[in-house]
């Protein structure tokens, strides 16, 4: 019998551009999510710069709003585009303001990470960047497949759909390995 409590998959696009092919990767994610799974995405916009000035007075309102949002996920999605060879500055400022003591919200679950990119190699520096950064959060990364969404343009129609079927096919996969991993450890 499946899990009757749909997981909570909290999704963070590092791109805030309106038509950000890892915005749109989120989109084709929720509508290809398995049963027993809900993908909300997370703006981050409203997230301040990272300073521990700010950390030690309080934090503001908005990141309170986001470190509740972590701790109450049962797992992330990450896409991301590669901004030179790394994460973009906008993931990895919100990924900060979530990972300071006393309440670490990341902690002990899971993640999938995916991401597009207009050249040919699809993120692929950048992913390693974030389960290296993921791995010290102690979030476990599902580590298959890599989704590398290469020459974006040509993978999206006009609507914004993801249209190339083989990265709907390993998306797929990918969030049900996301599920099976999150169900195994919080069993
Ligand atoms: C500041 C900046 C740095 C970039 N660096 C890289 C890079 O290192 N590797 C890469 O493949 N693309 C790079 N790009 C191109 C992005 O992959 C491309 O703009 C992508 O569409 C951005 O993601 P989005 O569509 O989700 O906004 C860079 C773009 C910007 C604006």
Redesign the pocket.
């Known amino acids: 019998m499946s899990d009757p409590t749909p997981l909570k998959v909290m999704a963070m696009?590092?791109?805030l551009?309106k038509?950000?092919?890892?915005?749109l990767s989120i989109r084709a994610a929720q509508e290809l999510a398995p049963a027993g799974m809900s993908i909300e995405l997370y703006d981050l916009a409203s997230l301040p710069f990272y300073n521990d000035d700010i950390r030690a007075a309080g934090y503001p309102p908005e990141v309170q709003k986001f470190r509740a949002a972590v701790a109450a996920a049962d797992a992330f999605l990450f896409?991301s585009?590669?901004?030179?060879?790394?994460v973009s500055g906008v993931l990895k400022n919100a990924i900060d303001w979530a990972s300071r003591a006393p309440n670490m919200p990341f902690a002990g679950k899971t993640a999938a990470v995916m991401g597009?990119?207009?050249?040919a190699?699809?993120?692929a520096?950048?992913q390693h960047t974030l389960r290296w950064i993921m791995s010290g959060l102690d979030v476990y990364v599902v580590n298959l497949p890599h989704i590398y969404i290469g020459s974006?343009s040509q993978k999206f129609d006009a609507s914004g759909a993801l249209t190339d079927q083989p990265t709907r096919d390993f998306l797929k996969q990918l969030l049900e390995n996301l599920r099976v991993l999150t169900l195994k450890l919080k069993a």
């Open positions: 696009s590092g791109s551009r038509g950000s092919f890892n915005t896409a585009p590669e901004f030179n060879y790394s597009a990119s207009a050249g190699l699809g993120t520096r950048s974006a």
